[in-house]
Each structure stands twice: as C-alpha cells, then as structure tokens.
C-alpha cells in the first residue's frame, strides 16, 4: 500500500494514513475485544514505532456489547444480528434492502457469487492434483530408493558368498561394514 500512496520521489514522511480492516464473525485473537487495533512497532524494542502510518484493524461483531462507543456497537451488532438499533444502522438496512429489491445488482451479486464459488472449487481441485502428483513423485522417489537399497543388499550377500571382502562389497554396494556384517 505504501508503494501506491508515494510517488516517485517523495518522502517516507509524505504518507498518508491507511487502514486495513477485518470484519470477523469469529473472534481472531480469543481475547474478547470487540476490536483490535494493530501498528508497526519493533520487535526488540516494544517502544519504537515504524511512522508509516499504516493501521490495521479487526472488528470481532460477536463482541458488540462491550464496545464503548454507542455507534460502533451498533454497527457491530447490525453486521452479527442484522438487526439496526440506531438511525446510521437503519439507514444501512434501508440500502441493504434496496440492493436486494436491485434485479442489476442481485444479477452481478450472483454473478460474482458463482464466479468466487468457481475459483474456490478449481483452487480445491487443483491444490488436489498438486498433492496427488506430488505424493506419487514422492512415492515414485521412496519406492526407487528402497528398491536401490534392496538390490545393495542382495547383491552384497552374493559377493559374501564369493568370499569377497568387506572393504570391496562397501565399495561396490555402498552399505556400511555394520549394514554388511548383519547379513
């Protein structure tokens, strides 16, 4: 984001302030805050900020009623009951149910539905395929070796059988004297 709101040649100093929130029906952190505000600070030294002015904040709707603030508790509980307890509430209900009433925009909203439902299934069929091709690669590589360590062994006991000694069967098969000596 930082990259879109500088220009070529501006300062650091320039940037504006910008906020990345997080509407969760869950609670992200388990702490039972109704929100969770997040800026850049330094690991090694808890007071020392990055001034890039950047915020990040989630919003845990389930948590409405602790929430100080007479208007975002509203809006809170609006987003997890759907039900508009003050006027800014209401008024949001109003157009949520315009754009319902919307043939348009119920259109382009399935629309969207569909196309977001695709992507879901091809990305699940696909993380499938890579998992499967990568197991049989995997079983492919396992198989090759133990079918490899097999054969040195095989071949080590026909060569104690020809009276050869340890230190040329090592050399020839590459198992260990103890691997050797077992046989």
């Known amino acids: 984001m930082d990259v879109d709101n500088l220009?070529?040649?501006?300062?650091?100093?320039?940037?504006?302030?910008?906020?990345?929130?997080?509407?969760?029906?869950q609670d992200p952190f388990g702490k039972g805050l109704p929100v969770y505000e997040f800026r850049n600070v330094c690991t090694a030294d808890g007071t020392l900020f990055l001034d890039d002015k950047s915020v990040k904040v989630f919003y845990n709707v389930g948590a409405y009623g602790k929430e100080d603030e007479p208007e975002l508790s509203a809006l809170l509980e609006y987003l997890c009951e759907r039900r508009a307890t003050s006027g800014f509430t209401?008024?949001?209900?109003?157009?949520?149910?315009?754009?319902?009433?919307?043939?348009?925009?119920?259109?382009?909203?399935?629309?969207?539905n569909i196309h977001e439902d695709d992507l879901r299934r091809e990305s699940l069929q696909l993380g499938e395929k890579i998992g499967f091709e990568r197991g049989i690669r995997k079983g492919r590589h396992d198989g090759i070796a133990a079918g490899s360590y097999q054969k040195a062994r095989e071949t080590a006991k026909l060569m104690q059988r020809e009276s050869c000694s340890v230190d040329f069967i090592q050399r020839m098969t590459g198992l260990s004297k103890a691997e050797i000596e077992k046989l």
């Open 90 to 112: 209401r008024h949001i209900d109003e157009l949520v149910e315009k754009a319902k009433r919307n043939e348009k925009f119920r259109s382009r909203y399935m629309s969207l």
């Open 7 to 25: 220009l070529r040649g501006q300062s650091y100093a320039e940037l504006k302030e910008s906020y990345v929130i997080f509407i969760c029906t």
